[in-house]
């Protein structure tokens, strides 16, 4: 049982590059979520997603893009990594139900920008 | 959503009930409370949530107060494994789209 899979689990971004976050979950979901976790501190809403082909601004938006073109996949892009983003990342989804509406969270991954 | 307020931090023996409050005056009647942990450096995950009524499972009991405007976390044998954060939100269940989570409580659970 996959559940939410990210990939990839660490990575090493230089100033200025580029990358993606990929985030597949196999619950169909209608609901995918990105937060990142600075050390000590709580989750912080990025981006998310209602449903295919859909996207909004969480809390802190800003430096990141995503898409949702398949219901089960989301994407999080960093155009120009700053060091600010620096961070753990989490995927999260859930169902668009009355009932047993848990969200469910990927492992996390771990950002670094030098 | 509405927002929630919980303390930075607690304590607790091992073996001892650790009781987490979670204040959430603005709450919606269609909002539910819900119970999330994180271990270490883990993904979040679920506890327990509800309404209005009292709710017990495995893991932990939730006490909402008559009014709603605040809840209660109860691990009742808590062990060194339950040193966690926990993070209370409150969501309707259909819609409810942004699910912020907070701060959150950490526990700390000794022995």
């Given at each position: 049982n996959a559940g939410v899979t990210q990939t990839p689990k660490f990575r090493v971004l230089k100033t200025g590059q580029s990358m993606t976050l990929l985030c597949a979950q196999?619950?169909?979901?209608e609901y995918m979520y990105w937060y990142r976790q600075d050390p000590g501190m709580g989750l912080r809403l990025i981006h998310y997603s209602v449903g295919e082909g859909t996207t909004a601004k969480g809390e802190v938006p800003d430096g990141y893009n995503v898409s949702r073109l398949k219901k089960q996949n989301f994407l999080l892009g960093l155009e120009s990594a700053a060091p600010s983003q620096t961070s753990v990342y989490f995927c999260a989804s859930r169902a668009d139900s009355t009932t047993g509406n848990t969200i469910y969270f990927g492992e996390g991954s771990w950002l670094t920008v030098v | 959503d509405a927002k929630t307020t919980q303390p930075p931090s607690m304590d607790c023996a091992e073996g001892r009930a650790a009781n987490l409050p979670c204040n959430?005056?603005?709450?919606?009647?269609n909002e539910y409370v819900y119970w999330y942990r994180q271990i270490h450096s883990q993904g979040p995950q679920y506890i327990i949530h509800g309404l209005k009524n009292n709710e017990t499972n495995e893991m932990a009991s939730l006490i909402i107060t008559e009014d709603r405007k605040s809840s209660t976390l109860i691990l009742p044998h808590a062990t060194l494994r339950d040193t966690a954060v926990y993070y209370c939100i409150v969501r309707a269940n259909?819609?409810?789209?942004?699910t912020i989570f907070g701060a959150g409580t950490r526990l700390f659970v000794k022995a």
């Amino acid at each position: 049982n996959a559940g939410v899979t990210q990939t990839p689990k660490f990575r090493v971004l230089k100033t200025g590059q580029s990358m993606t976050l990929l985030c597949a979950q196999d619950m169909n979901h209608e609901y995918m979520y990105w937060y990142r976790q600075d050390p000590g501190m709580g989750l912080r809403l990025i981006h998310y997603s209602v449903g295919e082909g859909t996207t909004a601004k969480g809390e802190v938006p800003d430096g990141y893009n995503v898409s949702r073109l398949k219901k089960q996949n989301f994407l999080l892009g960093l155009e120009s990594a700053a060091p600010s983003q620096t961070s753990v990342y989490f995927c999260a989804s859930r169902a668009d139900s009355t009932t047993g509406n848990t969200i469910y969270f990927g492992e996390g991954s771990w950002l670094t920008v030098v | 959503d509405a927002k929630t307020t919980q303390p930075p931090s607690m304590d607790c023996a091992e073996g001892r009930a650790a009781n987490l409050p979670c204040n959430h005056s603005t709450i919606s009647g269609n909002e539910y409370v819900y119970w999330y942990r994180q271990i270490h450096s883990q993904g979040p995950q679920y506890i327990i949530h509800g309404l209005k009524n009292n709710e017990t499972n495995e893991m932990a009991s939730l006490i909402i107060t008559e009014d709603r405007k605040s809840s209660t976390l109860i691990l009742p044998h808590a062990t060194l494994r339950d040193t966690a954060v926990y993070y209370c939100i409150v969501r309707a269940n259909t819609g409810g789209f942004k699910t912020i989570f907070g701060a959150g409580t950490r526990l700390f659970v000794k022995a």
